[in-house]
């Protein structure tokens, strides 16, 4: 049995000991009446806020019951905020505002503590300096700058720009980086030493690689002691690339090394840094089902578990690091998915793994669904993600990028990505929904329903992977790619058969409607020569010492030393294109499963 099945037993053995504990509550009389005493103890430390209209409200909703069996199954299935099994939220008061003062009371208290918009704001276009000045746009009316950062394709796959074949790719659909000096540049005027900015990159292939160069700018700029005070999070998700998306660069061992030597290292010396971001969001826009993202995210995250322990590594320590990354579409079952991901995460990790409160917490960013968007009728995609933002709140993610309405035709414009951020906005800050109350509206019967039909499809899934041989097996049989490969089909039919409707494609489209023409977005012919005269210049400033770091980064590869730690030296004289290559020269190149 691997890791997965052992998960399904714990699961299974959670769902026993919630029964008897209901049981053992409802047969002895001490038992519960100590549940009774710690339910009104909770409620009896509830604070209250005050709503503008001047309503009165906990600050935390919880059903009324004196049944000690019923108290004992909420506290052990739904349970409390940020209390295990996290089904609720991975921590206490999300989103909430300060206790406010009633309506018509002037009087405030400037010390009271904010709480942190779950919003990132996600750009990359053109070159450094053109997704820099979108950053600075977005956030300029935000109080914490979290900065989401996406890369075109050469840099995706570790190419150099001045590489045959991909000028016309440069700065097409994310941002072109190169260098160390590029690197700077995308993210100058920040103060990335700061706690209230972050930094996500969405990149898997060369992670190790862009995440040293970050490192090595943000030296340039604070100094050599700010590797502590860097906050944010790499995707670098290998299994995720293999199974939807094939942008992966390195042999599937060497990638697991290079990305364990980075959790490695930034475990240890990045303790507000998450170097993984285990992604299910490409899995769902490749066309899986919820059940098959959440599934197939959860067993990759379980047997990277597998894989850092093999090497040593404590879970306590890397096991905080961890972060995931989910889709949130239209389907019901997003009414619960992430909720019920919490749920297993926690169980798996404490019950088959041993790993402590901290290790647990399923750390979540969720995107709005990419492939929900569509080019007829399109602004109609203001209104699609504006219901998905809602949904994903519901589930209490703990961060959030919201697509903007254009983007099935171009990259973001301004205009459009503001209003994807403002989306978020009104739902968090305008609406009274989510920032007076914790739990508003999650455990209804409804949720419950969805919730337990998920689990229960996510654990047949577990047994269906365990029967492969566990995640590898399966990926080396193409199981989770021939599943997705499968269901985007189904997806396809029922949209052209009409049976899934789309509000102005298959129902309600009007013939006669003239869409307004949207511009296209793209990287002017100058500005991509401009990034390949930069790259030129740089490896030929740094052409003494780049032959010697690339030798030395052989020689570490091929050893049991840390390559990220390496890494971290060689990005200060070398390109990514060059380090691509060297590392590719010595432990050969992916072969794509198609």
């Not at 020689?555 to 971290?568: I, Y």
Request: glycine share 8%; charged share 25%; with cysteine.
């Amino acid at each position: 049995m691997s890791s997965l099945g052992q998960i399904v037993s714990a699961l299974e053995d959670y769902r026993k000991l919630v029964a008897a504990k209901v049981r053992t509550a409802r047969s002895d009389q001490r038992v519960g009446q100590e549940l009774l005493a710690r339910w009104r103890e909770v409620k009896e430390r509830i604070g209250t806020t005050v709503t503008p209209t001047g309503l009165r409200l906990p600050r935390l909703a919880l059903p009324e019951m004196d049944d000690p069996g019923e108290i004992a199954r909420f506290l052990l299935e739904e349970g409390l905020p940020g209390e295990f099994p996290f089904l609720t939220s991975a921590y206490a008061e999300q989103y909430l505002e300060p206790a406010a003062p009633p309506p018509n009371d002037e009087a405030t208290n400037q010390s009271d503590p904010i709480s942190e918009e779950p919003t990132r704001l996600f750009a990359g276009l053109g070159l450094a300096e053109d997704t820099n000045e979108r950053f600075h746009y977005l956030s300029r009316n935000q109080r914490n700058k979290r900065l989401s950062t996406a890369f075109d394709g050469p840099t995706l796959y570790g190419t150099g720009s001045a590489a045959d074949g991909v000028l016309g790719k440069i700065g097409e659909g994310g941002v072109s980086i190169d260098t160390i000096e590029d690197m700077e540049r995308l993210y100058a005027g920040f103060d990335l030493d700061q706690p209230n900015v972050s930094v996500s990159m969405t990149i898997s292939g060369p992670a190790p690689i862009l995440l040293a160069m970050y490192i090595g700018a943000a030296k340039r700029r604070f100094g050599p002691d700010v590797m502590p005070k860097l906050r944010g999070t790499i995707q670098a998700d290998v299994l995720k690339e293999i199974q939807a998306q094939n942008e992966l660069i390195f042999p599937i061992d060497a990638s697991l090394r290079f990305l364990a030597d980075m959790v490695d290292f930034c475990s240890k010396k990045m303790p507000r840094w998450y170097p993984i971001s285990i992604s299910g969001y490409h899995i769902a826009e490749a066309g899986a089902t919820p059940v098959q993202q959440g599934a197939y995210t959860l067993s990759n995250g379980f047997s990277y578990v597998e894989y850092f322990r093999s090497r040593g590594m404590d879970v306590n320590v890397f096991g905080p690091r961890l972060s995931f990354f989910l889709d949130c579409g239209l389907d019901i079952e997003y009414l619960a998915l992430a909720r019920v991901c919490r749920k297993i995460w926690a169980i798996g990790m404490r019950d088959v793994f041993g790993a402590d409160r901290r290790a647990q917490r399923f750390k979540l960013h969720i995107q709005t669904s990419g492939r929900s968007l569509i080019a007829a009728d399109w602004r109609n995609n203001l209104t699609r993600t504006a219901v998905e933002i809602v949904l994903a709140c519901m589930n209490a993610t703990n961060s959030c990028h919201s697509n903007s309405a254009d983007e099935p035709f171009t990259t973001p414009s301004e205009e459009y990505a503001r209003y994807a951020a403002h989306a978020q906005s009104i739902v968090l800050e305008e609406s009274g929904l989510f920032k007076h109350m914790m739990n508003t509206l999650s455990g209804s019967p409804g949720m419950k329903i969805v919730g337990n039909a998920v689990e229960d499809a996510i654990l047949e899934e577990f047994r269906n992977i365990d029967e492969q041989g566990g995640v590898v097996g399966a990926v080396e049989r193409r199981y989770q790619r021939s599943q997705i490969q499968a269901s985007s089909h189904i997806l396809e039919r029922q949209i052209y058969g009409g049976i899934r409707p789309l509000i102005g494609l298959n129902r309600y489209a009007d013939p006669d409607e003239s869409w307004p023409e949207v511009p296209m977005i793209r990287t002017p012919r100058e500005k991509k020569q401009r990034q390949r005269e930069r790259l030129d210049d740089f490896e030929r400033r740094h052409a003494g010492e780049s032959e010697r770091c690339l030798d030395r980064l052989s020689e570490v590869v091929e050893s049991d030393e840390n390559v990220f730690e390496e890494l971290v030296k060689t990005i200060e004289h070398c390109s990514l294109g060059q380090i691509t290559e060297r590392l590719c020269d010595v432990v050969g190149k992916f072969r794509p499963m198609v």
